[in-house]
C-alpha cells in the first residue's frame, strides 16, 4: 500500500510543474505558422461545409455534383483536409 501512495506522490508534483500555457484562439498561430490566419479560415470553412453536407444528408457524390468537386475532394474536404491549388475548382480560388 505504501508503494501505490508514493507513486501518486509522483505523479502530483510533476503535474504542478507542467506550464500550461493559455492559447491565442489560432491554434495555428500558437504553433508558428507564418500563414496561420489563412489556416484558421480554411479549417473552419471545410468544417462547416462539412457540417451542412451532413444536415443536408447529401452523400459524398451529391456534395461533390452541387459543388463541382469530384468525391475524392469532398471526401478529403470532410475530413478537414484542405484541397491543393491543382484541386480546386476556378470557382473556389480562395479554398486552394
Not at 444536415?55 to 474536404?77: F, M
Amino acid at each position: 500500500m505504501k508503494a501505490r501512495a508514493k507513486g501518486t506522490k509522483t505523479r502530483r508534483s510533476r503535474a504542478r510543474r507542467e506550464k500550461i500555457e493559455t492559447g491565442s484562439g489560432n491554434v495555428f498561430s500558437d504553433i508558428g505558422f507564418q500563414d496561420a490566419e489563412e489556416r484558421l479560415l480554411k479549417a473552419k470553412l471545410a468544417t462547416k461545409i462539412a457540417q451542412l453536407i451532413e444536415k443536408k444528408g447529401l452523400t459524398q457524390a451529391q456534395a461533390a455534383e452541387r459543388t463541382a468537386l469530384d468525391q475524392p475532394k469532398v471526401s478529403k474536404l470532410i475530413r478537414k483536409r484542405t484541397l491543393s491549388s491543382e484541386d480546386s475548382h476556378p470557382c473556389h480560388d480562395g479554398i486552394s
